[in-house]
């Protein structure tokens, strides 16, 4: 649905205003954001393609011919670990007329064949054989650039991450991500993490809906009461394109709070405020990071459209604390919290979207005021130049 005033176009800034103003006067962002197609178009070309994006993590791909796929912004994508131990990134899709090339969403082999025609392609994505073609085409359709299209990515702390807009304006990913490494990856120790399940699924509302809720302290109460209960928090400096909260408390965010001395030890090496608290962080735009002292877990949002948001969950613990023969007795603890920390989630997203519709602009309370931070950054990137207004 689409309430713009009268002759207004979507992407004049005089109608973002009120959410230009100190947190106190703020209102919210208008409804139509979260459901306007020609809004959500903005969004992708100038969030979502400029940004860097997280791809998994490389513990999940361990020796050659590991791989992953995975599909973002609607691009199917393969992580393979190469024979000479990197790992790259490809569009699973075949250069002979474009199938996917490898359809499981995890495996080892040892080289990539197209189901289609058979044609193969080594783990570093070099086309090695093209059935019906003669040796003399198949080299030159090599000369030509047959090969699998290569994406780029970093690996960061054992996270990886990939980008796929404009190579030739993309921000380098270190200066993207600033100082979200020496705040929350380094700290935290996010290289010796490995996940223990992973799953996907979609959700329909707006994915702004499901960062918004991931960065604001009210509704823990609330929504989580059973769960989390109430969660204070402080703001880290933050550089880079990414924000977040931390909450002190020696015991960890990943139980339930009659059971959180029933869990996992402290990761070895935790440093500063890792040592004593969590990190909820947003790799900007849509990857929520939870970094404990005894597990991380992630939320990522991919948007599908401007009212249905792909979601990949993960959680990881420290290789360590995998190995432990005590760990399929409590890790269901684990399991059970944080599955109903997101259907909760899931639940309140889905919710609000349906009474957003028509709905007039509402207000930040202090607990908010990340979300209002985070509102503004998305008007930022998309009303760019138009917008000479900042707070
Ligand atoms: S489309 Fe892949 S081999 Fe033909
Ligand atoms: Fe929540």
């Excluded at 380098?172 to 020496?182: P, Q, R, V």
């Excluded at 929504?223 to 933050?238: F, L, N, Y």
């Amino acid at each position: 649905m689409r309430n713009l005033p009268d002759g207004k176009d979507i992407l004049d800034p005089t109608l973002y205003a009120g959410t230009r103003r100190p947190r106190e006067e703020a209102t919210t962002l208008p409804h139509w954001v979260y459901t306007d197609h020609t809004w959500f178009e903005r969004e992708m070309a100038t969030m979502f393609r400029p940004a860097w994006h997280f791809a998994g993590l490389a513990s999940s791909i361990p020796q050659p011919g590991d791989f992953r796929t995975l599909r973002l912004l609607d691009e199917p994508l393969l992580v393979v670990r190469g024979d000479d131990d990197q790992v790259r990134v490809f569009r699973n899709s075949c250069r002979h007329r474009g199938s996917l090339v490898v359809e499981e969403p995890s495996g080892n082999c040892r080289g990539l064949r197209c189901p289609y025609h058979s044609w193969t392609y080594s783990l570093e994505g070099v086309l090695k054989h093209a059935p019906g073609l003669d040796g003399h085409r198949r080299e030159e359709l090599a000369g030509l650039g047959r090969n699998l299209v290569q994406v780029p990515s970093g690996i960061r702390e054992g996270l990886v991450f990939v980008h796929l807009g404009d190579p030739a304006t993309a921000p380098t990913l270190d200066a993207y991500l600033g100082n979200y490494l020496s705040t929350v990856a380094v700290p935290h120790q996010t290289a010796q993490m490995v996940a223990v399940h992973e799953r996907e699924y979609v959700l329909d509302s707006n994915w702004k809906l499901y960062v918004e809720v991931d960065m604001e302290t009210l509704h823990t109460q609330h929504i989580h009461r059973g769960s989390i209960g109430e969660q204070p928090v402080t703001t880290p400096h933050a550089e880079g394109h990414w924000i977040g909260v931390h909450h002190a408390s020696e015991h960890t965010p990943a139980l339930h709070p009659g059971e959180r001395h029933t869990g996992f030890p402290h990761t070895k090496g935790l440093t500063g405020a890792a040592e004593h608290g969590a990190h909820f962080s947003i790799l900007l735009p849509g990857f929520f990071l939870v970094t404990a002292q005894d597990v991380m877990w992630w939320i990522h949002k991919i948007p599908d459209s401007a009212t249905r948001t792909r979601v990949r969950v993960g959680y990881s613990f420290p290789g360590s604390t995998v190995d432990r023969p005590d760990f399929d007795d409590v890790y269901p603890r684990y399991a059970k919290r944080l599955d109903q920390v997101v259907e909760e989630d899931d639940w309140i997203t889905e919710h609000q979207q349906q009474g957003l519709n028509a709905s007039p602009p509402g207000c930040y309370v202090p607990e908010e005021h990340v979300v209002h931070r985070l509102d503004n950054w998305i008007l930022d990137q998309v009303l760019g130049d138009r917008d000479a207004v900042h707070d």
